[in-house]
């Protein structure tokens, strides 16, 4: 537990976030910065958890951390405006919550004597209350110096959620690693729907008929890992139903399965017979040629 955060934001990743620490016990008191006059309708508020500030003003001197939960480009200015409120709390550190950004842009804060870190939450937060309680067991990636790195040690322990340090020069990679696995998926989903719907199968049901099979795979690579749980006609070394499936497609969907296709089959090497793989291999490569 730490004594008194400060989030500035009061956006749903922000309010998300603090929900979460009330929630685990993990904070004693917490303070929300905001821009509007009133607070957001938002249990932190309304039942007295936490106290809203509207604008900005120095953190209370028993404040431990202060999480700056702003879009990425608002953080370097954001920085300044704090870092022109005076000199940190005694032993506080101050985090941005960007999966990719240096730390480099606090440094107007690490001039005024706070520890500065990144603390990146792996999960997709899209709302300020049912967000919350996503964070819990999630992991959360530090970057920082060793004292802001300390500070985050204690809040993921009590949230229940284990840490990964990434190295600063490492963040524009990582963030894109956690991009591929979350942000490219809808998209993916999309255009398979949009598939089902060509194959004859209702607009309404599409996506919905999708959504278990894509949360039964990945409990089963939560459980199996993931060479386990592939199954399919490339995971079979079936070559005659990915040709079917290719002559199915048109030239833009076509090239878009060659392209997943050629990873799947690279991931399953060692299981496919190597004249099975050639073939595959053979087959995806000339339509992403093409």
Same mark, same amino acid.
């Given at each position: 537990?730490?004594?008194?955060?400060?989030?500035?934001?009061?956006?749903?990743?922000?309010?998300?976030?603090?929900?979460?620490?009330?929630?685990?016990?993990?904070?004693?008191?917490?303070?929300?910065?905001?821009?509007?006059?009133?607070?957001?309708?938002?249990?932190?508020?309304?039942?007295?958890?936490?106290?809203?500030?509207?604008?900005?003003?120095?953190? +209370? *001197? =028993?404040?431990? @951390? %202060? #999480?700056?939960?702003?879009?990425?480009?608002?953080?370097?200015? &954001? /920085?300044?405006?704090?870092?022109?409120?005076?000199? +940190? *709390? =005694?032993?506080? @550190? %101050? #985090?941005?919550?960007?999966?990719?950004?240096?730390?480099?842009? &606090? /440094?107007?804060?690490?001039?005024?004597?706070?520890?500065?870190?990144?603390?990146?939450?792996?999960?997709?937060?899209?709302?300020?209350?049912?967000?919350?309680?996503?964070?819990?067991?999630?992991?959360?990636?530090?970057?920082?110096?060793?004292?802001?790195?300390?500070?985050?040690?204690?809040?993921?322990?009590?949230?229940?959620?284990?840490?990964?340090?990434?190295?600063?020069?490492?963040?524009?990679?990582?963030?894109?690693?956690?991009?591929?696995?979350?942000?490219?998926?809808?998209?993916?989903?999309?255009?398979?729907?949009?598939?089902?719907?060509?194959?004859?199968?209702?607009?309404?049901?599409?996506?919905?008929?999708?959504?278990?099979?894509?949360?039964?795979?990945?409990?089963?690579?939560?459980?199996?890992?993931?060479?386990?749980?592939?199954?399919?006609?490339?995971?079979?070394?079936?070559?005659?139903?990915?040709?079917?499936?290719?002559?199915?497609?048109?030239?833009?969907?076509?090239?878009?399965?060659?392209?997943?296709?050629?990873?799947?089959?690279?991931?399953?090497?060692?299981?496919?017979?190597?004249?099975?793989?050639?073939?595959?291999?053979?087959?995806?490569?000339?339509?992403?040629?093409?």
């Amino acid at each position: 537990m730490v004594d008194a955060v400060t989030i500035i934001g009061p956006g749903r990743m922000g309010l998300a976030l603090g929900y979460a620490l009330v929630q685990a016990g993990a904070v004693r008191r917490l303070t929300v910065f905001g821009r509007r006059d009133e607070p957001p309708a938002h249990p932190l508020f309304t039942q007295g958890m936490a106290h809203y500030v509207f604008g900005m003003e120095p953190p +209370a *001197p =028993d404040t431990t @951390a %202060v #999480f700056l939960a702003v879009p990425d480009q608002v953080v370097p200015e &954001l /920085a300044h405006t704090l870092a022109a409120q005076g000199d +940190a *709390p =005694d032993r506080c @550190a %101050v #985090f941005h919550l960007s999966g990719s950004l240096p730390t480099d842009v &606090l /440094a107007p804060l690490h001039l005024r004597g706070y520890s500065v870190g990144a603390f990146h939450i792996l999960q997709n937060i899209v709302h300020p209350v049912t967000g919350a309680e996503r964070i819990p067991g999630s992991y959360v990636s530090v970057t920082g110096s060793p004292e802001a790195t300390a500070i985050a040690r204690v809040v993921t322990a009590a949230l229940g959620c284990p840490l990964l340090t990434v190295p600063a020069a490492w963040r524009p990679l990582y963030d894109a690693a956690v991009s591929l696995a979350s942000d490219y998926l809808p998209p993916l989903l999309d255009v398979a729907a949009r598939l089902m719907e060509q194959a004859g199968v209702d607009h309404n049901d599409a996506l919905p008929a999708l959504i278990p099979l894509v949360r039964g795979s990945l409990e089963s690579i939560a459980e199996r890992g993931l060479e386990a749980s592939i199954g399919g006609p490339v995971a079979r070394g079936d070559v005659e139903t990915v040709a079917l499936h290719l002559r199915a497609l048109d030239p833009e969907d076509r090239r878009l399965y060659a392209i997943f296709g050629r990873e799947l089959a690279e991931l399953l090497r060692e299981r496919l017979p190597a004249d099975v793989r050639s073939e595959l291999f053979e087959r995806f490569e000339h339509e992403i040629g093409g």
